[in-house]
């Protein structure tokens, strides 16, 4: 069997892509990855919505440049934004510019989950996501995971009404935007990571001594 860490390691997010549709046996591969996913007693909650209308697809990617700009323009009045070290940087971050992804993309998957009451939820949401971007990684698609239009109630509201989802506070929780597509350019390593030095113990917190 193929050693999923070598899957693991070459995936990137992906923002820009070419007109080229995804084919649907591409997107039932997707969508049975993410059926695949493991979640709290077996609830499956997820629930995908698969958007290839050019024009909901533009209105959603209008609501994650709101989400984002929100964001950022209150880590600014907050002061929180001092990463940020460049006029075209701080445009793209304020503006929300930087997650208007979907409208560049063929294909969108609204992630949504059952809330029933049950705390796994979000976390099993997550485990479904991660699984379709790394199948759509291994098809030679690319993706990425935008969160932030899910963390205003406002703009949830306004998705949910487009898309049609119940919009009741206790129906459907909203996780994700996940645009798909062929990789317009040529993928980039993936950024660098941590070496497991820095963030695993062995037997009690701060012990990175590995004992047996």
Not at 29 to 46: D, L, T, V, Y
Not at 49 to 68: A, L, P, Y
């Amino acid at each position: 069997m193929a050693d999923i860490l070598d899957v693991i390691t070459s995936r990137t997010s992906i923002r820009y892509y070419t007109d080229k549709p995804v084919p649907d046996e591409m997107i039932d591969k997707m969508i049975e990855a993410g059926r695949r996913a493991p979640s709290g007693e077996n609830e499956q909650p997820w629930r995908l919505i698969i958007v290839r209308d050019k024009e909901m697809i533009k209105n959603i990617s209008d609501w994650c440049k709101v989400g984002t700009g929100q964001r950022f323009t209150a880590e600014h009045c907050l002061g929180q934004d001092t990463r940020i070290d460049t006029d075209e940087r701080k445009k793209e971050l304020y503006t929300g510019e930087v997650s208007n992804i979907p409208v560049r993309a063929p294909l969108v998957i609204v992630v949504i989950g059952e809330i029933k009451g049950m705390m796994d939820t979000p976390y099993d949401l997550s485990a479904c996501i991660e699984n379709m971007l790394l199948e759509a990684h291994s098809l030679g698609l690319g993706a990425v995971w935008i969160h932030g239009p899910a963390v205003y109630p406002r703009i949830v509201r306004k998705l949910k009404e487009m898309l049609s989802i119940p919009t009741g506070m206790a129906d459907y929780k909203m996780l994700a935007v996940v645009p798909v597509g062929w990789p317009l350019r040529q993928r980039r390593y993936p950024r660098p990571r941590k070496e497991s030095l820095e963030f695993v113990y062995w037997g009690r917190f701060g012990n990175k001594e590995r004992n047996r």
